[in-house]
Structure formats: C-alpha cells, structure tokens
C-alpha cells in the first residue's frame, strides 16, 4: 500500500513494514513476518521492480516479528540486513529477557496471534549473518538512511529517518494500536524491555524534520516527530 511518494507499508495495523522506493534501488524498513514475503511480491510487482532491486534491509529492533523474511532475503537473494549491535544476538539466535505482557483484552490478544500464525510467524528465521550498526551512522542504501538508537523497547531498538521520505520509522519505540488490548492512538508499545527507558528515548526523535512517524503496530501516524514524546506520555 502507497502512504505518500516513495513510500510503502506491507501488512496491516497489526503487524507492518516498509518500502522505500527510489530511483537508486529500494530500502526495506523492518521484516514483518514470515508471510509478508507474499505482500512483498505483491508491492514489487505493483512498483514494476522484482526483489533484484532491493539494496539492503534495515532493522528496527530484533524481535521476531520485524525479522520475519530477512533471512530468506538475504540467504536466497544476497540482500544486506541491518540491525544495531545491542540487538545483533536477539536478531541471530532470538535470545531475549522475559517481559510481563502488561493489561490484555481476549479478543485483540486472539486476533494478533491468529494473525501472526496466519503470517506463519512460529516458523521464523533467525538471520544468519548482519551488518552491526550504531546511532548516528548514514546508511549507504537508497534515501540514505539516518540511525537514531532509542533503546528501550530493546538494547538495540532504533529509529530509521529517511529523509526522501519525509518519514521516521520507529518500530516498538511505539505503537498507534496496542495489539493485546485493541486501544489505538499513540501509545507505549507491549513487550518492552525497559519501560522508563523507551518512554525516555521517545525525544531523540524530537528534532527530525518528517511528516510521517511510522511503527511496526498501529496505523500510519502524521505528525511531526516534535509532538511525539508529550502525545504518547498523555495517550
């Protein structure tokens, strides 16, 4: 689905990634699940482009469901992954603290693992080899890339500002729907690992000019990044 020029999400509200586009090549965001390698397929052969013109896959943080095709694209297809190094073990072996899932509702809580098996997410992929890297870095893949490290949701978890896009991708920093309890707007996202923290990290973004703020839960979100912090503290 087409959000505004050069970019794309796969997947839906409940669990989401992105796309890229530019003349250069194509920059996927995050990895969804397994399953959206379909809704990939979908939205190259709607681009006119095939999986040959993706440079590089950048990831948010390394819980499993953001790293869903990764390996299949980078062990069938050559493509890079990129992930923080405080999330490079999470993302190669799954490795990762117990967290209390937080307030639940039975009915949002059943769709979001209905959906997630649907996506065959208990037959994810651990990705073999990454590329480590760190807050600050410019990425040399189309739209250039900007890392913000937000760590909270995980060690690892970052921000990906892609200026061309006028968008900030932000993976669990936080959710516009939680998916156990179905309350939309923005919002801490569930299964983090350091609460305080992820709430704290929500003002690295502050100063990034963008119209779009973008997580892996929860409807696409126009705002500027400037508002985000006090819109999710008072949600």
Not at 45 to 54: A, E, H, N
Not at 90 to 112: E, I, N, S
Not at 158 to 180: E, I, N, Y
Request: negative net charge; hydrophobic residues 40%.
């Amino acid at each position: 689905m087409q959000i505004a020029p050069h970019l794309h999400r796969l997947g839906n509200d409940l669990v989401a990634c992105y796309l890229v586009d530019t003349p250069e090549g194509i920059t996927l965001i995050d990895a969804g699940l397994p399953g959206h390698w379909r809704d990939l397929q979908r939205e190259l052969r709607f681009l006119g482009k095939s999986v040959d013109d993706i440079r590089g896959l950048v990831l948010t943080h390394g819980d499993s469901d953001h790293i869903g095709f990764a390996e299949r694209l980078r062990s069938a297809h050559g493509v890079p992954v990129f992930v923080h190094a405080a999330d490079a073990v999470r993302t190669r072996t799954g490795d990762k603290p117990k967290v209390a899932f937080g307030p639940m509702r039975l009915g949002p809580t059943l769709g979001f693992f209905g959906y997630s098996i649907r996506k065959d997410g208990l037959r994810t992929r651990y990705v073999g080899e990454v590329t480590e890297i760190g807050d600050g870095d410019v990425l040399d893949l189309p739209g250039n890339p900007v890392i913000v490290g937000m760590p909270g949701h995980s060690p690892g978890s970052v921000a990906v500002h892609v200026p061309l896009a006028d968008a900030v991708f932000v993976g669990d920093a936080l959710t516009t729907r939680h998916v156990l309890t179905g309350r939309e707007g923005p919002q801490p996202a569930p299964f983090t690992d350091d609460p305080a923290e992820a709430l704290s990290s929500l003002d690295r973004i502050a100063g990034l000019p963008a119209s779009w703020v973008l997580p892996g839960h929860g409807a696409p979100w126009r705002t500027s990044p400037s508002q985000v912090s006090k819109a999710v503290r008072n949600g």
